[in-house]
Every structure is written in C-alpha cells, then in structure tokens.
C-alpha cells in the first residue's frame, strides 16, 4: 500500500472578497435615492390658548367623506372653507381621522389648511 502525503490547502485570499464587498456598496450606493422628501411642520402641544378659542372641527372618516363642524364637504372646498374661517382670531383647526382615513388623506387636510393660513392644527384619531 501506497501513501501520498497530504497536501496542503491553498490559504483562501481575501482580495476576492474585498472586491465583493466593493461591488455591493457601489451597487446599494447607486441603487439608493438621495432625495430630499419635503417635510410638514406639526408643533408641539403649548400652553394653553384659554377657553376664547374654539375649534373648528374637521372630521376625515374616508378620501371621500369630509365632514366640516358637521357639514360635509368635499376635499377641493377645503381650501374655500379654511380661508372663510380665518378672519381677524387665529383660529384653531382640530384634524380627527377616523380608522379607515389614511396618511395621505391627514397630510392633504394639512397641507390645505397651511395654504389659507392657519397656524394651529391639532391632530387626533384612533
């Protein structure tokens, strides 16, 4: 019987993976955007405005059902509407969203709400 040495492994070079490495980081470089999103102010609570103030009430049960201190409306008036509560008293816009109303929904009603005026917005929902 015949034995042949063993022979040894070459040691595994790490050039190879340096430039996988290299390749994925280029890749997830370009791949990713470096956009800037546009972001929507929403302050904090404050001290309070006393009992002189009172909201108008904006209810979002749905994109396509907006109700306005109990009238409904439809989200092209709301830009109409804000601007006939805004007069000589800021006033206060308080934003509900129901369950089945989504983000963009919130976001529009906001951004309507910026464009006449109003600076106080208050957000509540489920």
């Known amino acids: ?8 492994r070459k040691p595994l070079g790490l050039t190879s993976l340096i430039d996988v490495i290299f390749l994925l980081l280029l890749f997830f470089m370009l791949a990713s955007s470096f956009t800037r999103y546009q972001a929507l102010e929403v302050a904090s609570g404050g001290q309070g405005g006393g009992a002189d103030v009172k909201p108008a009430f904006l209810r979002i049960h749905t994109a396509e059902r907006i109700d306005l201190n109990g009238m409904p409306l439809q989200k092209p008036e709301l830009v109409e509407k804000f601007a006939g509560l805004t007069g000589d008293n800021p006033v206060v816009v308080a934003i509900w969203s129901g369950p089945e109303a989504n983000v ?8 309507a709400a910026r464009q006449t005026g109003l600076k106080t917005v208050l957000v509540t929902g489920d």
């Open 104 to 111: 963009q929904d919130v976001v529009d009603v906001m951004s």
């Open 1 to 8: 019987m015949r034995f042949k040495a063993r022979q040894r």
